[in-house]
């Protein structure tokens, strides 16, 4: 499953995934504005969607730990583990089949939290 277009077929989830990249790329900026500067004196630059577009595609690419905090933040728990030699994402009490590699049980566990989202949405 690709989860990047699991991710466009969850438009609400999508949106609540954008909201929370922003806050955290938000929180970025402000921290790098300098301490003595007056208010009014620095003004935070505008996100840009494709920037924001690109930081969610870089994210779930490269840093799921993210994803793991936005979900967790939504009361959705996914829990990858590994079980007769298998490895298996777990969110609730839906139990999903083994796969081979860590990676696709995250994958595949993300693109189930993403419609369990969509749906709570």
């Not at 959705?76 to 089949?97: A, E, H, K, M, R």
Request: hydrophobic share 40%; with cysteine.
């Amino acid at each position: 499953m690709n989860l990047e277009e699991t991710i466009n077929q969850c438009p609400k989830a999508h949106a609540a995934l954008k909201q929370h990249i922003i806050k955290g790329l938000q929180e970025m900026q402000k921290a790098m504005i300098p301490p003595d500067a007056q208010e009014g004196e620095f003004e935070l630059p505008d996100l840009n969607t494709f920037l924001t577009d690109e930081m969610i595609m870089h994210t779930l690419k490269s840093n799921v730990r993210v994803l793991y905090d936005f979900f967790d933040m939504n009361k959705i728990y996914v829990t990858i583990g590994f079980i007769n030699s298998n490895w298996i994402y777990q969110i609730d009490s839906l139990v999903g089949p083994g796969f081979n590699s860590r990676f696709e049980a995250e994958l595949e566990g993300f693109a189930s939290a993403f419609k369990t989202l969509e749906e709570k949405l």
